[in-house]
């Protein structure tokens, strides 16, 4: 059984330009969590989605930022413009389902931004 | 708003020596709480999950502890090697609103000298 998988596992990106993060979450799991880690910051919650629904984007910045979690394909977390502050680490998770699961964690995607 | 704090920031040990992580929480409200393991450039990996119920978790040399009013839990690391060189994260997921998400520390860094 595969777990989380995410890629790219490296992204580069010029300051303006687009940013595609992909999350296939694991076998069996139907939820996805995407997570921010900052330089020198701790994981930070941004979005919490079901097949074809957002439950919670609490976290997500209000623009540039969106995600998506189709019925078929991965989970994508898109970033429109992007700037230098948004260069971290971005984790995707999936569960079971939610409360008392565990969330199992990708490999992560590190997005740099020139 | 659920706090999550870790404390030492960083700590090295010589090998062989048990050591204990200290984690705590502001808000007692929990549903669980994870330790995990993060080594640099990597992903997550899920150490030990502690449900609200539980007083403790053990997984070979580790062991986890709750005390879910005080708001504290503790990782125990027994017989400490050079492969546990990493950074430990603690998690909680909090009752009511959010609590789809994990809420994390900055980590503590361990460093185990051959």
């Known amino acids: 059984n595969a777990g989380v998988m995410q890629n790219p596992r490296h992204l580069v990106r010029r300051r303006g330009q687009e940013a595609r993060l992909r999350c296939s979450p694991m076998k069996g799991h139907s939820h996805v969590y995407w997570y921010r880690q900052l330089p020198e910051e701790g994981l930070k919650f941004m979005v919490y989605?079901?097949?074809?629904?957002?439950?919670?984007e609490s976290g997500m910045p209000k623009e540039r930022f969106s995600a998506e979690f189709p019925k078929e394909g991965p989970s994508i977390l898109r970033i429109q413009q992007v700037v230098r502050g948004d260069s971290a680490a971005y984790f995707c998770a999936s569960s079971p389902r939610d409360r008392e699961e565990e969330q199992f964690f990708g490999p992560g995607t590190r997005l740099t931004v020139l | 708003k659920q706090e999550v704090t870790q404390i030492p920031a960083a700590l090295s040990v010589p090998e062989g020596e048990n050591l204990v992580l200290n984690c705590s929480f502001t808000d007692s409200a929990i549903y669980n709480l994870q330790w995990f393991r993060q080594d640099p450039g990597k992903g997550l990996t899920s150490l030990l999950l502690i449900q609200s119920s539980q007083r403790e978790q053990t997984s070979g040399r580790l062991n986890a502890s709750l005390d879910k009013s005080s708001g504290r839990s503790t990782l125990y690391i027994a017989a400490s090697q050079p492969g546990d060189s990493a950074t430990y994260l603690c998690?909680?997921?909090?009752?009511?609103?959010?609590?789809?998400?994990?809420?994390f520390g900055k980590g503590t860094k361990l460093s185990v000298i051959p």
């Open positions: 989605l079901q097949k074809e629904n957002i439950i919670d």
């Open positions: 998690a909680v997921r909090s009752v009511g609103a959010g609590s789809y998400q994990l809420t």
